[in-house]
């Protein structure tokens, strides 16, 4: 293990092993949730995905970070994709059952808020098919945008106040790499099963087990670009 690899470890335990060594700062954790759902959102993205593509890195290049990299403008730009994701989960936390009950599956909706059950096993995984068939499309190629802005960038801060150009953006996005492995691949075989996960665990902790999904984002991406080297 290099030394980075442990100052990266000794991070990661800093950030969690607190929640579990002192109650009083679990319920802080829990009330924030509940009082401040969109700006802990943003602070749980902007670590976590952060960290998955810091990761990420390490994976492809050796190391977490380098020159043009642009960790914070990542971040920032993680904190708000965390909360246009937060609301998402809210939407289609609400939807997804409702579709259900429309075919005839009565109870959906409150087995959600209940232990786990055949229904709330069927609900989550409604709500996760919803969500990664439809939002999930859209917000991988806008993070795919985000992130070759901040290059184009050179990494700076600058990238969070120079004009994104969208369109050309999009026109240099690798399309087929985009469909064959991260619509094709990691949102049936990956990302389904991985929300439908999320969404049986207790509301307070479903966007944090989002964002550390976005760890897994990280490798993931990391190896479709070595894939694409191949």
Request: proline share 4%.
């Given at each position: 293990?290099?030394?980075?690899?442990?100052?990266?470890?000794?991070?990661?335990?800093?950030?969690?092993?607190?929640?579990?060594?002192?109650?009083?700062?679990?319920?802080?954790?829990?009330?924030?949730?509940?009082?401040?759902?969109?700006?802990?959102?943003?602070?749980?993205?902007?670590?976590?995905?952060?960290?998955?593509?810091?990761?990420?890195?390490?994976?492809?290049?050796?190391?977490?970070?380098?020159?043009?990299?642009?960790?914070?403008?990542?971040?920032?730009?993680?904190?708000?994709?965390?909360?246009?994701?937060?609301?998402?989960?809210?939407?289609?936390?609400?939807?997804?059952?409702?579709?259900?009950?429309?075919?005839?599956?009565?109870?959906?909706?409150?087995?959600?808020?209940?232990?786990?059950?055949?229904?709330?096993?069927?609900?989550?995984?409604?709500?996760?098919?919803?969500?990664?068939?439809?939002?999930?499309?859209?917000?991988?190629?806008?993070?795919?945008?985000?992130?070759?802005?901040i290059l184009?960038?050179?990494?700076?801060?600058?990238?969070?106040?120079?004009?994104?150009?969208?369109?050309?953006?999009?026109?240099?996005?690798?399309?087929?790499?985009?469909?064959?492995?991260?619509?094709?691949?990691?949102?049936?075989?990956?990302?389904?099963?991985a929300h439908?996960?999320?969404?049986?665990?207790?509301?307070?902790?479903?966007?944090?087990?989002?964002?550390?999904?976005?760890?897994?984002?990280?490798?993931?991406?990391?190896?479709?670009?070595?894939?694409?080297?191949?």
């Amino acid at each position: 293990m290099k030394r980075d690899d442990f100052f990266f470890l000794a991070g990661a335990l800093a950030v969690f092993t607190p929640f579990f060594l002192f109650a009083d700062l679990y319920r802080w954790y829990v009330e924030a949730n509940r009082v401040y759902p969109y700006l802990m959102a943003f602070c749980k993205f902007a670590i976590l995905a952060t960290a998955g593509e810091s990761l990420g890195l390490r994976l492809q290049k050796g190391r977490y970070n380098q020159s043009g990299f642009g960790l914070f403008s990542r971040a920032v730009v993680w904190g708000f994709l965390g909360i246009w994701i937060a609301a998402a989960m809210k939407l289609y936390a609400a939807g997804g059952p409702r579709f259900l009950e429309g075919l005839g599956i009565s109870g959906v909706a409150t087995a959600m808020s209940g232990g786990f059950s055949g229904i709330k096993l069927l609900g989550a995984f409604s709500i996760s098919v919803w969500m990664n068939t439809t939002f999930a499309p859209i917000f991988m190629t806008c993070h795919k945008v985000t992130d070759a802005h901040i290059l184009k960038n050179g990494g700076s801060p600058k990238a969070l106040v120079t004009p994104l150009r969208f369109g050309a953006l999009l026109s240099e996005i690798d399309w087929k790499k985009q469909w064959n492995f991260v619509f094709k691949k990691t949102i049936p075989l990956f990302w389904i099963p991985a929300h439908t996960v999320t969404f049986l665990l207790p509301s307070q902790w479903q966007v944090l087990f989002a964002a550390l999904l976005g760890v897994v984002l990280g490798v993931l991406l990391s190896v479709a670009a070595v894939k694409q080297r191949n």
